[in-house]
Nanobody, 121 residues
Framework: QVQLAESGGGLVQAGGSLRLSCVAS????????MGWYRQCPGKQRELVAV???????DYAASVKGRFTISRDNAKNMVYLQMNSLKPEDTAIYYC???????????????WGQGTQVTVSS
């Protein structure tokens, strides 16, 4: 059983910073892409940032220049450093990863439970 667990959410004032962390645990063999998504009430879940195993990154236009995604392959972790936060960044942030659990198997997409980020104006 593979699990993704996020941490680091909370309440912050506009202009502040937060760092989200996500760890993958369980019987996993390898992890390909890892990423962060977010969902606001009444809206669809949207991609925030993604990072490949080799370290290539991509960001949503709305967060480019403010957020930085990184990962530690040895620890099976992915991070999201969020700076210059705005009220519109308020959402539940979800960790996502493509994980292979057995040799020769396919990568399967997993989600974490989410962590709330609230930015006050």
């Amino acid at each position: 059983q593979v699990q993704l667990a996020e941490s680091g959410g909370g309440l912050v004032q506009a202009g502040g910073s937060l760092r989200l962390s996500c760890v993958a645990s369980g019987r996993l063999l390898s992890i390909n892409n890892m990423g962060w998504y977010r969902q606001c009430p009444g809206k669809q879940r949207e991609l925030v940032a993604v990072i490949s195993r080799a370290g290539s990154t991509d960001y949503a236009a709305s967060v480019k220049g403010r957020f930085t995604i990184s990962r530690d392959n040895a620890k099976n972790m992915v991070y999201l450093q969020m700076n210059s936060l705005k009220p519109e960044d308020t959402a539940i942030y979800y960790c996502n990863a493509d994980i292979r659990t057995r040799s020769g198997g396919s990568y399967v997409n997993y989600w974490g439970q989410g962590t709330q980020v609230t930015v006050s104006s």
